[in-house]
């Protein structure tokens, strides 16, 4: 399985990101998706998941009202839209499918940063 994130940058508080995740070696579209980050000195968190074929998604408290998982199946592709961004937010992310909600499955790939700072 390959995972590939792209779309962090550097924002000022208040902004939006938007980050994508390009899928390969699975059958993608059998999986719940989920966004992860890691920040400076933190352990990897969840941040949103998204059901198989995009029905149902789960947002943890610190993402719930600003952010939005979305996925396409056709291009194997899950996005997260990142809104009204707080320096807390300051993270690598990264993606992953899951056997279940914060269960991943595959080895971690290369992540993408975001920084939120004034």
């Known amino acids: 399985a390959r995972l590939e994130e792209s779309g962090g940058g550097s924002v000022q508080p208040g902004g939006s990101l938007s980050l994508s995740c390009a899928a390969s070696?699975?059958?993608?579209?059998?999986?719940?998706m989920s966004w992860y980050r890691q920040g400076p000195g933190t352990e990897r968190e969840l941040v949103a998941s998204?059901?198989?074929?995009?029905?149902?998604?789960h947002y943890t408290d610190s993402a719930k009202g600003r952010f939005t998982i979305s996925r396409d199946n056709a291009d194997n592709t899950v996005y997260l839209q990142m809104n009204n961004l707080k320096p807390e937010d300051t993270a690598v992310y990264f993606c992953?499918?899951?056997?279940?909600?914060?269960?991943?499955?595959?080895?971690w790939g290369q992540g993408t940063q975001v920084t939120v700072s004034s």
């Open positions: 992953n499918a899951d056997w279940r909600i914060g269960d991943p499955v595959w080895d």
């Open positions: 070696g699975f059958s993608f579209s059998t999986y719940d």
């Open positions: 998204i059901s198989p074929i995009g029905e149902a998604a």
